[in-house]
């Protein structure tokens, strides 16, 4: 159980780009941080640094769990949930096989997506083809998968673009639920998150 | 936890590509003209069967290979594969498996169907599944190694057959070599050690390349 993410003088760069020099942040359990900025500010970089996807040119990523710091290795495999633009949903299967392989191989059981499949309104969308969904539900499928495998952090990348506002007033709670269990929350925004974040600006180097 | 990520690694190479249909009927399609092309002697015909069914079996494998981490990687799926409680090493594995169960085992059983029709001993068809099985699997881990280093480049099918080709020949060598031993009675046991033994190397070394390659697709 992650408690505390600590990011300590980041420097990502992209190509020959120069995105984040000496960026550091501290997230702890209970606390959203959403980042904003201006497109190509690095909030996706940024994210897929924490999620250790994007080796740091220098700087470090550190986990802290109840009693020390975790192993980053560890807290990214057991304790991370990664939200992307792209969701990892394959086209050609059924919305409940990915949904149930999404859910275990992150931790969770069949029972727990069953429920965040009803929570999030997806019980009659699971046997349909993930082609067949909208961009919104595609997005409701992936988040379900949040709710229904218990890890800690969560990096999320736009995580309301696609949703309508009822599912976004339904993710906030999701997410206050989440912060309320002692979860971290890292999001990358625009609009800002329903619920009570602390916001973090990223200039945009140029 | 692997079983989870097998069927779904199983399902996806099934679907991916006509995945076994393909691999065999292109096996099939090659059978019938060899002899339209060669000439229907028996007499000729039997003394290429065991190498060409070797040759059209590297081929087939090839096929459905290009996409074996592509469309993960496409769809965010990797990203997803990254974060789980398996280390990427195991997850190249399984998908390498899957790969071979699902296009190699059907190809290692038409394979000595193929032969035979061509007019190789039937006596021969034990081995000559044997063999295109250890070469299937041989096949199925260097194309992944192939794939893997050829993610993010455009044209990649293009690369993995250049980065692969020369990988694939050992064991075309070392399986030909068995079949064509035992069919004149020669001795076929080495040849087909070697060909096990490069499978298994094969097996074992090539995951670690996968990973990295991913990841440095990745990042």
């Not at chain 1, 802290?64 to 980053?72: L, P, Q, V």
């Not at chain 1, 997506?113 to 009803?118: F, G, I, K, N």
């Not at chain 1, 990358?188 to 602390?198: C, N, Y």
């Not at chain 2, 099985?133 to 690369?159: C, E, I, N, V, W």
Request: aromatic share 4%.
């Amino acid at each position: 159980m992650i408690i505390g993410l600590r990011i300590e003088g980041l420097c990502l760069a992209r190509g020959e780009r120069r995105l984040l020099s000496g960026f550091s942040e501290m997230v702890r359990a209970g606390e959203a941080v959403a980042l904003t900025g201006p497109n190509g500010a690095g909030k996706t970089t940024l994210l897929r640094a924490v999620a250790g996807l994007i080796r740091p040119e220098s700087g470090d990523v550190r986990f802290d769990g109840a009693d020390g710091a975790i192993e980053a290795e560890d807290a990214r495999r057991f304790g991370c949930h990664l939200l992307g633009h792209q969701d990892g949903l394959k086209s050609g299967r059924s919305a409940g096989e990915e949904l149930d392989f999404q859910v275990r191989w992150t931790g969770g059981t069949a029972e727990a997506a069953e429920a965040a499949a009803r929570r999030l309104g997806l019980t009659r969308l699971l046997g349909l083809p993930v082609r067949a969904l909208s961009a919104g539900q595609r997005r409701r499928l992936a988040l379900a998968r949040l709710a229904a495998s218990p890890r800690s952090l969560w990096l999320l990348d736009e995580p309301l673009a696609p949703l309508d506002s009822t599912h976004r007033a339904l993710v906030g709670e999701l997410m206050v639920e989440h912060l309320g269990r002692g979860g971290l929350i890292l999001a990358a925004v625009h609009d800002p998150l329903p619920i009570g974040a602390r916001e973090v600006g990223l200039a945009g180097a140029a | 936890m692997i079983g989870v990520l097998l069927r779904r690694e199983l399902a996806l190479t099934w679907g991916r590509g006509g995945g076994a249909a393909l691999a065999v009927g292109f096996l099939a399609c090659a059978s019938v003209m060899l002899p339209l092309s060669l000439g229907p002697e028996p007499a000729r015909l039997a003394r290429v069967a065991g190498g060409v069914a070797w040759v059209v079996l590297a081929l087939a494998s090839l096929l459905s290979l290009e996409r074996m981490f592509e469309r993960d990687f496409e769809d965010g799926a990797l990203d997803l594969l990254c974060l789980g409680p398996l280390p990427l090493e195991i997850v190249a594995t399984v998908k390498c498996l899957a790969q071979w169960m699902v296009v190699g085992a059907p190809l290692a059983l038409a394979t000595p169907v193929a032969a035979i029709a061509l007019g190789a001993k039937p006596q021969a068809a034990p081995l000559l599944a044997l063999a295109a099985a250890l070469g299937g699997l041989a096949f199925a881990f260097l194309g992944g190694a192939g794939a893997a280093l050829a993610l993010a480049s455009r044209r990649g099918g293009l690369l993995i057959a250049l980065i692969v080709l020369p990988l694939l020949t050992p064991p075309v060598i070392f399986g030909g070599a068995a079949i064509e031993n035992f069919q004149t009675g020669l001795p076929w046991i080495t040849p087909l050690a070697m060909l096990a033994a490069y499978a298994l190397a094969a097996a074992a070394l090539t995951p670690f390349a996968m990973a990295a390659a991913c990841r440095n697709a990745l990042s």
